[in-house]
């Protein structure tokens, strides 16, 4: 697991609080892609809840689960 790919995450997980619902769906989908790439499929999950959350409207979900990850993944760096 590379330190770089962590940060592409992160900064990835960071654009999603600007930007059309379609636009942010796409960066979460990416976010999803590296972090299955990382081999992390429980993360991967949650990623794809935050992405339902925003598809249903419901923010305050979107946005827990936005920093649950953001936690997660900064303790992927070691």
Known sequence: M???RVGLILSTLNATEVGTLDS???KLRQVREE???LDQPALAD???E???????GDVA???RLR???QS???HLRG
């Open 2 to 4: 590379t330190v770089g």
């Open 24 to 26: 942010i769906s796409e």
């Open 35 to 37: 972090l299955l790439a």
């Open 46 to 48: 949650r990623v794809e």
């Open 50 to 56: 935050s992405i339902q959350a925003l598809t249903r």
């Open 61 to 63: 979900e979107f946005k």
């Open 67 to 69: 920093a649950f990850l």
């Open 72 to 74: 997660k993944v900064g």
